[in-house]
């Protein structure tokens, strides 16, 4: 159980192009999701909590019209790198919760690569 | 601000050993802790969730819990080279108003020797 799908695994794309991140929890609904992005031999930092229905709230320093975020339903959420550039190429992970200070499951993750 | 440490290592123990990783952190707020084990190139995989003082076993996992030390740690006994990861701790608080994301450490590299 607890199962989390994100899409596509891998990216590499042009420079100013926009991706799409999909993140779904298959086996559970997901009370919130998050998402992470991991720079190499760094640890996970929190980017955005994503709850349904409802606007995305953006860690400090995260940019939320450069990081859009789309929480349609409680099993589905999506982030899009608008514009991208070479420094947003990174690890980026979502995960999702079913209740409130439970264990999250993460998402097999998302390597973006621009060129 | 909440911070989570972690020694990065790498810490080396012989197969079959117990492995003791270590983790403290700022926020005594502080309600939930994972160990997530991570290998190179791969998402979080979670290890074991602890939310009280004491001792949860799992295995060939224990979760120790401190709130008063602020201190979490994670054995391994009996430890085999598919256990060699990083591991890394998170805790995260819950305000009332809706899930908090995990504040992580940086990781400890472990690494079993055959």
């Known amino acids: 159980g607890a199962v989390v799908s994100q899409h596509p695994s891998r990216v590499i794309c042009k420079s100013g192009t926009s991706v799409k991140i999909e993140c779904r929890s298959l086996d559970f609904q997901a009370t919130t999701m998050f998402w992470y992005r991991q720079f190499p031999k760094k640890s996970l930092m929190l980017m955005a909590t994503?709850?349904?229905?409802?606007?995305?709230?953006?860690e400090q320093g995260v940019e939320k019209d450069k990081f859009l975020i789309n929480h349609a339903s409680l099993t589905l959420s999506t982030l899009t790198v608008t514009s991208a550039h070479p420094e947003d190429s990174s690890f980026y992970i979502c995960?999702?919760?079913?209740?409130?200070?439970?264990?999250?499951?993460f998402g097999d993750g998302t390597r973006l690569s621009i060129l | 601000q909440k911070e989570v440490e972690q020694n990065s290592g790498p810490l080396s123990v012989p197969e079959g050993a117990i492995a003791s990783l270590n983790c403290t952190y700022s926020d005594r707020g502080s309600q939930s802790f994972f160990w997530y084990r991570q290998y190179s190139g791969k998402s979080p995989e979670l290890i074991m969730s602890i939310y009280s003082n004491g001792d949860k076993e799992d295995g060939r996992f224990t979760a120790q819990l401190n709130k008063a030390s602020q201190y979490v740690s994670l054995l391994i006994r009996d430890s085999q080279p598919s256990d060699s990861a990083t591991y890394l701790c998170a805790v995260t608080f819950y305000s009332g108003g809706g899930a908090d994301g995990l504040t992580f450490g940086k990781g400890t590299h472990l690494i079993i020797q055959p």
């Open positions: 995960s999702a919760t079913q209740t409130h200070g439970g264990p999250q499951h």
């Open positions: 994503s709850n349904e229905g409802s606007k995305a709230t953006y």
